[in-house]
Nanobody
Framework: EVQLVESGGGSVQAGGSLRVSCAAS????????IGWFRQAPGKEREAVSC????????YYADSVKGRFTISSDNAKNTVNLQMNSLQPEDTAVYYC????????????????????WGQGTQVTVSS
């Protein structure tokens, strides 16, 4: 059974940091690119960051560049998203997702490119 399980969400004040993790199982982790997406109330789900399985290339949304860092631990089948300098506009449910076909481009990944999704973890940033 394929599973993507997010953890590490929570509440923090503006300027603070959180790390969310995505633990994957049930598929060949090395074959899949992993992405982080977020969805704020009343807004569409958007790509935050993705790491490619083929060459380790990384996409970041402009809104998080310089503040968020994605990393992959293939030995543990885990992808982490370190989020620093958090702002209230970062408040959202954060989802991880896995894609066998996604390859890095400068454009935001499309949701339909991702085959498996986690259940999400809430991140709340207060001002």
């Amino acid at each position: 059974e394929v599973q993507l399980v997010e953890s590490g969400g929570g509440s923090v004040q503006a300027g603070g940091s959180l790390r969310v993790s995505c633990a994957a199982s049930g598929f060949t982790f090395d074959d899949y690119s992993i992405g982080w997406f977020r969805q704020a109330p009343g807004k569409e789900r958007e790509a935050v960051s993705c790491i490619s399985s083929s060459d380790g290339s990384i996409y970041y949304a402009d809104s998080v560049k310089g503040r968020f860092t994605i990393s992959s631990d293939n030995a543990k089948n885990t992808v982490n998203l370190q989020m620093n300098s958090l702002q209230p506009e970062d408040t959202a449910v954060y989802y991880c997702a896995a894609s066998v076909g996604w390859r890095y481009t400068r454009e935001p990944p499309f949701l339909y490119e991702f085959d498996y999704w986690g259940q999400g973890t809430q991140v709340t940033v207060s001002s």
